[in-house]
């Protein structure tokens, strides 16, 4: 709940059953010392940060400002990690739109990546994790792996979000192609009906095969924190959040049967 202090928040997280939080961007440096307060009272981990600049910002603009406002919220979010003790920063590389051709959002980010963002990632020890979302970029597993890989460097990796893929996809299928470049992963289910109408419902309760997710994890021996990008709420709705990751960790559908 957004109501709660930070400090709450987080033992409100910790008495659900959570073992860490992923934290977005804070430019307030007394935000980002409350949160860090908040992490080492509970003991409740901060393992990762979601830059929040990169949609309105695009790494891939052909506006030297709009870069350049983007490569300072990476920055912001690289120095919020290592104050927190995170390891992982979350960065959307690019977005393809009627401005940005494919081509250009492909080049533009590496560029920015490599060069403006990778030195201090390497300098503060923290790695990029870049996430496919819904930007019309990395459409296939196999190109994400090649863009990964084009960096050639241990602090740029993959941040791979079960939910996002379903459209043209199928997770367990991205988890075995990315393999050891997975360095994070979000956790959401998604579910289309027959008009075509999506949703995100609590996990179990969509289109994605739970119990194939977790075998694909086993199988690349993926052994790092999991994030549930979905809904907050009450102690009640985050205990069974928890009961349901219980039983996908298990190898069980998440959804208990009646």
Avoid: C
């Amino acid at each position: 709940p957004r109501g709660l202090s930070y400090l709450d928040r987080f033992k409100l997280a910790q008495d659900a059953g959570f073992e860490g939080v992923e934290a977005n961007t804070a430019e307030d440096p007394k935000i980002a010392e409350e949160i860090r307060e908040a992490s080492a009272k509970t003991g409740l981990r901060i393992h990762s940060v979601m830059n929040m600049a990169h949609w309105q910002f695009p790494l891939s603009s052909s506006k030297p400002a709009e870069v350049d406002k983007s490569v300072a919220g990476m920055e912001t979010s690289l120095r919020n990690a290592k104050l927190w003790g995170a390891d992982t920063v979350l960065l959307v590389p690019a977005v393809v739109n009627p401005q940005t051709s494919y081509k250009d959002a492909y080049t533009r980010s590496q560029k920015v990546i490599r060069e403006r963002i990778l030195p201090l990632a390497q300098e503060l020890k923290i790695v990029v994790g870049i996430e496919e979302v819904w930007n019309k970029f990395l459409l296939s597993p196999l190109e994400f792996a090649t863009y990964v890989d084009s960096f050639q460097s241990p602090w740029a990796r993959a941040y791979f979000d079960v939910g996002n893929i379903v459209f043209y996809g199928y997770p367990q299928d991205w988890i075995r192609t990315l393999g050891k470049r997975i360095v994070k992963i979000h956790l959401k289910d998604f579910k289309v009906d027959r008009k075509g109408t999506f949703s995100w419902p609590n996990i179990g309760e969509g289109d994605i095969d739970w119990p194939e997710v977790r075998k694909a994890l086993s199988e690349i021996g993926y052994e790092g924190y999991m994030t549930t990008e979905i809904q907050g709420g009450d102690a009640v709705y985050l205990k069974d959040v928890v009961a349901r990751l219980d039983r996908f960790l298990a190898g069980e559908p998440p959804v208990a049967k009646k």
